[in-house]
């Protein structure tokens, strides 16, 4: 079993649609992330939780929302779907000890808004 | 701001070949750097990392980093590429000691071997 499960793993929805991607973990960790892959430009930071009470915005964290239910669970949220928010997103996880610890990701979730 | 340049978007490569991507990142202070893999249809999976200490990293698979600080570079190095070696490339920096761990990551570098 993965240790970083996201679901759904593929999805396709309208504009103006609300859509959630859910993300669990067995590692125990404390912080996890969100993130957006899309061609050419990389990783970039949706937003993150550092436990349960903490949520913090990263660098495109319009349009989007989170939720962090338990240590183990973090979802991300598209109120209102909309075509450039069609990617390929990432959620992962780290350790709460010190801030050199590697990223562990899931499998990802590929989300197309027509 | 952080930000992480690598400046090869897509290299095509025959087996055996020597292999060098680039990556350059900005930022004053000391930082951690990671190098992570993403073959086809996988999630990203960490190939080496760079805390402190020895400059040169070995990390699995063959591969190596070195950190030339006075260049702010960190670049991906492995002396024979093998066709299972096609993947993506990304190239991360996070800053040491600081508020977040939040990890700033590079374009990527699409590699393709081909046999």
């Known amino acids: 079993d993965a240790d970083v499960t996201q679901t759904p793993r593929n999805r396709i929805t309208k504009t103006g649609k609300r859509i959630m991607l859910e993300c669990s973990q067995t590692?125990?960790?404390?912080?996890m992330y969100w993130y957006r892959q899309d061609p050419g430009l990389g990783l970039r930071l949706i937003y993150y939780?550092?436990?349960?009470?903490?949520?913090n915005k990263g660098e495109i964290s319009d349009g989007y929302s989170v939720s962090r239910q338990a240590q183990a669970k973090f979802s991300l949220s598209l109120e209102s779907a909309i075509p450039n928010q069609t990617a390929l997103y990432f959620c992962?996880?780290?350790?709460?000890?010190?801030?050199?610890?590697?990223?562990?990701f899931g499998n990802g979730t590929r989300l197309t808004v027509t | 701001a952080q930000s992480v340049s690598q400046h090869n978007h897509h290299v095509i490569l025959s087996e055996a070949a020597s292999l060098e991507l680039g990556c350059n990142y900005s930022?004053?202070?000391?930082?951690?750097l990671f190098w992570y893999v993403q073959y086809p249809g996988q999630h990203l999976q960490l190939l080496l990392k760079?805390?402190?200490?020895?400059?040169l990293v070995k990390g699995i698979k063959g591969f190596e980093a070195e950190f030339i600080k006075s260049k702010f570079s960190f670049n991906l190095r492995k002396p024979s590429v093998q066709w299972s070696d096609t993947a993506e490339y990304f190239c991360?920096?996070?800053?040491?000691?600081?508020?977040?761990?939040?990890?700033?990551f590079g374009t990527g570098t699409l590699l393709a071997v081909q046999p």
């Open positions: 992962a996880t780290s350790p709460g000890t010190g801030n050199n610890s590697p990223l562990h």
């Open positions: 760079y805390f402190s200490g020895d400059p």
């Open positions: 939780s550092f436990d349960v009470k903490d949520i």
């Open positions: 590692k125990g960790h404390d912080r």
């Open positions: 991360a920096v996070s800053n040491y000691g600081g508020a977040t761990n939040k990890l700033i």
């Open positions: 930022y004053g202070g000391t930082v951690n």
